[in-house]
């Protein structure tokens, strides 16, 4: 457990409100990186350019593997090309309509 004091008004606090909300959501939450909360990362299981793909999220537990989709117009907007199988992907996850599906992804350099 973390607890964190600041002060009433205080712009921390309202940075903090904001990375805490995608906490909740299933997010990690990442000290002194503001820009990089809420990422997520996993490996492409399935990728057809012409339709859509499947992320493995990377987790703790191996018995229950998570998945969300990705689409063309997203990879493209993020000027990600010739991807395929196992590749490693940094994303934020997004939820519409009941369907989880990867935004503002990038290649995991590590």
């Known amino acids: ?31 002194n990186a503001e820009e990089r909360a809420g990422e997520r990362s996993g490996t492409v299981v399935h ?29 493209k907007r993020s000027g990600i090309t010739d991807l395929k199988r196992d590749d490693k992907l940094v994303f934020r996850v997004r939820s519409e309509g009941g369907v989880s599906f990867a935004v503002d992804l990038r290649r995991d350099e590590q």
């Open 1 to 31: 457990m973390l607890y964190v004091l600041v002060k009433d008004g205080d712009s921390k606090s309202e940075a903090f409100d904001r990375i805490s909300k995608g906490v909740r959501r299933g997010a990690a939450m990442v000290l």
């Open 47 to 75: 990728y057809n350019p012409e339709r859509a793909g499947v992320i493995a999220l990377d987790s703790a537990s191996d018995e229950q593997t998570q998945t969300v989709l990705m689409f063309g117009p997203d990879l």
